[in-house]
């Protein structure tokens, strides 16, 4: 997108960079379009220091800006650059500001026709962003769901294999119960048919007539 910008007005170094309201700084982004990455990637600029140029809230354009015309602060920063003059473009989504382009060295500065078009490609590029942002927000939410849900079915499974030990330990005491009731049974048998068998050779007279009976 930088590139693409920067050689439709001309210019030749272009830089997009986002706005993070907690620490009111903004962070370029890479790749930018004639700007070494590792420069990018270690820029984080206070919009503080920014304002006495340009006040990004009142969302207009800072055009068409000579180095000279920044104070010693501001010239420190774009130093590195390379800059001899410079405009920028808010980024806007929703009226809220999420970030900003910078588009340097253009001989002869931009053109209405340039402010326009840039004005219009920022406009595109707020939306992209903001797209962006939902579909990580998105990601965000889908990943601590598919955690939430790894959770829950851990503790499903191991109340299962809960519920399973508790089953096991049941039909173990359920089968002791069982073979103790056949261990009395059988002890009881064997006692109670000697002694039957005792009672029915009495009644046989086998041990002679009992006391009492004919």
């Avoid at 590195?80 to 405009?87: A, C, D, Q, W």
């Avoid at 503790?155 to 069982?178: I, M, N």
Wanted: proline share 5%.
């Amino acid at each position: 997108l930088p590139r693409r910008r920067a050689e439709l007005v001309g210019c030749e170094k272009c830089v997009i960079s986002l706005y993070e309201a907690e620490t009111r700084e903004f962070v370029c982004q890479w790749p930018g379009y004639n700007v070494a990455d590792e420069l990018l990637k270690k820029v984080r600029y206070p919009a503080d220091a920014l304002r006495p140029a340009w006040n990004f809230r009142h969302r207009g354009p800072m055009v068409n800006k000579r180095t000279e015309e920044f104070n010693e602060e501001q010239r420190a920063f774009l130093r590195p650059f390379g800059v001899y003059n410079l405009s920028e473009f808010p980024l806007l989504h929703a009226g809220r500001f999420v970030g900003k382009i910078w588009i340097a060295n253009r001989p002869g500065g931009l053109s209405e026709n340039d402010v326009r078009l840039v004005t219009v490609f920022a406009a595109q590029v707020a939306v992209v962003i903001q797209n962006a942002h939902l579909y990580r927000r998105l990601q965000e939410s889908a990943a601590q769901l598919e955690v939430k849900v790894q959770e829950r079915t851990a503790e499903l499974e191991a109340t299962y294999r809960k519920l399973e030990a508790s089953h096991a330990r049941l039909r173990e005491v359920d089968q002791l119960k069982s073979d103790f009731l056949g261990n009395v049974s059988h002890e009881l048998r064997t006692p109670l048919a000697a002694v039957k068998g005792y009672v029915d050779n009495l009644l046989d007279g086998v041990a002679g007539p009992l006391a009492g009976r004919p």
